[in-house]
C-alpha cells in the first residue's frame, strides 16, 4: 500500500521558517514534489527533484524559487521541505506528491499535478502577517 504522510506544518509568523517532511512508504519514486494549495485557489506546483541516484535535479515555481529548498533522504524514502523567509501568501495546505510515469513524462512538465500519481493527505502551513 502506497502512503505518503506529510508532516512539520503549522503557525509561523512571516519571515519565519519550517520544515516540511514527507514520509514514503511502499513505493520508492524516482520523483517527488510539493504542491500546494490555498482556499479558493488551483493546486499550484512549487518544488519537485528528479533522480535518486547520483544526479539530482530540482525545479522551483518563480513564487517560492531563492527562498525554498527541496532534497531528498533516500536511505530513508523521505522528501523534505525548507521553508524560509515565509510570506504571508505562502499560507496553504501543502501537499507532498510521487510519481511513477516515465522520465520523458515528468520532465515535460515537472511542477505539473498531472506528472504524478500519488498524493498525501496535506500538511497545513499558516503565516502570520
Known amino acids: 500500500q502506497v502512503q505518503l504522510v506529510e508532516s512539520g506544518g503549522g503557525s509561523v509568523q512571516a519571515g519565519g521558517s519550517l520544515t516540511l517532511s514527507c514520509a514514503a512508504s511502499?513505493?520508492?519514486?524516482?520523483?517527488m514534489g510539493w504542491f500546494r494549495q490555498a482556499p479558493g485557489k488551483e493546486r499550484e506546483g512549487i518544488t519537485s527533484i528528479s533522480g535518486d541516484g547520483e544526479v539530482i535535479m530540482s525545479y522551483y515555481a518563480d513564487s517560492v524559487k531563492g527562498r525554498f529548498t527541496i532534497s531528498r533522504d533516500n536511505a530513508k524514502n523521505t522528501l523534505l521541505l525548507q521553508m524560509n523567509s515565509l510570506k504571508f501568501e505562502d499560507t496553504a495546505m501543502y501537499y507532498c506528491?510521487?510519481?511513477?510515469?516515465?522520465?520523458?513524462?515528468?520532465?515535460?512538465?515537472?511542477?505539473?499535478?498531472?506528472?504524478?500519481?500519488?498524493w498525501g493527505q496535506g500538511t497545513q502551513v499558516t503565516v502570520s502577517s
Open positions: 511502499g513505493i520508492k519514486p524516482s520523483f
Open positions: 506528491a510521487a510519481s511513477l510515469y516515465s522520465a520523458s513524462t515528468f520532465l515535460a512538465a515537472p511542477l505539473s499535478a498531472g506528472s504524478f500519481n500519488y
